[in-house]
């Protein structure tokens, strides 16, 4: 039986703006930490580096490498934002960004469906995470919840790149990321100069 429209007019405002606050804590309370994420899909993964990138003075996002050094494992980067950002501009830069390590226009335009459908807009102190537990697939997570997959060796491999690649353009954040000595077991592709 539908509810009468009247009924709204007798429930008091507070019990519905406590309702709604509460329905929030419990969404919040049920999104796991970055840190139980990882270990869901990595057990026994901890952080290798952390840094904070920033771009003319902005500061962007903060974040954090994960690795597992048993050789079943893999390993997670995840980027804790410090301010907006569409999704279709996340998608553009990554494009950029591939292109400066050099992949090729035709390996991008191959991977730029499928670029663009893995962003979801991000405000300040959201959180994207990216698993590679597998060589084939990379899953992203934001704010703990799965949001896409990106399929494929290569592309997984370049997407990494972005932050793990000799020739990224944030070098201060790699060397923060993987540290003095790069742990070659999950990241051996990008551990060479």
Not at 49 to 54: D, V
Request: aromatic residues 8%; positive net charge; proline residues 5%.
């Amino acid at each position: 039986m539908p509810i009468a429209p009247s009924i709204f007019k007798r429930v008091p405002l507070a019990l519905v703006v406590s309702w709604a606050l509460l329905m929030n804590q419990n969404s919040v309370a049920n999104t796991p930490s970055t840190e139980q994420l990882v270990q869901q899909h990595l057990p026994q993964a901890q952080v290798i580096g952390q840094g904070r990138m920033t771009y003319w003075g902005f500061q962007l996002y903060d974040a954090q490498l994960y690795s597992n050094r048993d050789q079943e494992g893999g390993f997670a980067l995840s980027l804790q934002y410090l301010r907006k950002f569409e999704a279709q501009a996340l998608a553009q830069q990554t494009m950029e960004e591939l292109k400066k390590l050099g992949v090729s226009e035709a390996k991008r335009q191959e991977w730029s469906l499928q670029i663009s459908k893995a962003f979801k807009t991000v405000k300040e102190g959201d959180t994207i995470t990216a698993i590679r537990k597998s060589k084939e697939v990379t899953r992203l997570f934001h704010n703990g919840q799965p949001m896409s997959q990106i399929q494929g060796e290569e592309l997984s491999e370049a997407f990494f790149g972005i932050w793990l690649h000799p020739k990224t353009s944030a070098p201060q954040l790699r060397s923060s990321l993987l540290g003095q000595a790069c742990p070659t077991i999950h990241l051996k592709a990008y551990c060479h100069e």
